[in-house]
């Protein structure tokens, strides 16, 4: 599976829009971009996923670029429970394992 | 509908004792994974079962570890002579690997293990 790159920390206003980067320049044709998020003493909770279109779901958007090499997971509007470690993966359609990552530290502020 | 479940939630126990460690996965997930997570530390892939096939175990630290999945529902992670290095949350995911592209993880909420 392709290694991603992610900043170590963000911080973001309430009410504002969290834009979260991710760079996998390795990233190959079958593989897939993962979000997942980890709030503190939980469980990893899956975010969304994609291939090459971008994506949008009840809890964020997924902008992939064109050359699939980064991409983007946007929250519009960030509140103080989204506050939590941010892990974006690349891997194969189905099956196996995820790979983890050290993730983005987002913090949403009031 | 229920999540993943997985019991007990906290588990204390001596060095060099066995522990067994259960997971309950979504009804009707074909797959299950386990992980682990050692505090400030980030998650760690241990073995995945998918229907009837072998496991794959590469991800498992030594032989200490093992993992049964019985009637492709639940599974049992044991971790025999326990050492304080195997302190961490045990994390249980599944997912329904249908294999038609993409394929969520869902996880449960861990067992926390203290190896005192």
């Known amino acids: 599976d392709a290694k991603t790159t992610q900043p170590p920390s963000m911080d973001c206003a309430e009410g504002r829009a969290a834009n979260l980067p991710c760079n996998h320049s390795t990233i190959s044709g079958n593989e897939y971009v993962y979000w997942y998020r980890q709030i503190h003493s939980q469980g990893p909770q899956y975010i969304i996923h994609g291939l090459k279109n971008n994506e949008t779901n009840e809890m964020a958007s997924l902008i992939i670029t064109e050359d699939r090499k980064s991409s983007t997971l946007i929250l519009p509007h960030a509140t103080l429970r989204d506050t939590a470690v941010y892990y974006c993966i690349v891997r194969a359609s189905y099956g196996n394992k995820l790979v983890f990552g050290a993730g983005t530290i987002l913090r949403v502020k009031s | 509908g229920a999540g993943v479940s997985q019991s007990p939630s906290n588990k204390v126990t001596e060095k060099g004792k066995d522990v067994e460690l259960r997971c309950d996965p979504i009804?009707?997930?074909?797959?299950l994974y386990w992980y682990r997570q050692s505090l400030g530390q980030g998650l760690e892939f241990l073995i995945y079962?998918?229907?009837?096939?072998?496991?794959?175990k590469s991800g498992l630290p030594s032989d200490r570890f093992s993992a049964e999945r019985t009637g492709g529902s639940v599974s049992t992670l044991t971790i025999q002579r326990t050492q304080q290095e195997d302190s961490a949350v045990y994390l249980c995911?599944?997912?329904?690997?249908?294999?038609?592209?993409?394929?969520?993880?869902?996880f449960g909420p861990g067992t926390r293990l203290t190896v005192t």
């Open positions: 995911a599944s997912s329904l690997n249908t294999g038609q592209g993409g394929d969520e993880q869902y």
């Open positions: 009804s009707g997930h074909t797959a």
């Open positions: 079962f998918q229907g009837n096939s072998a496991p794959d």
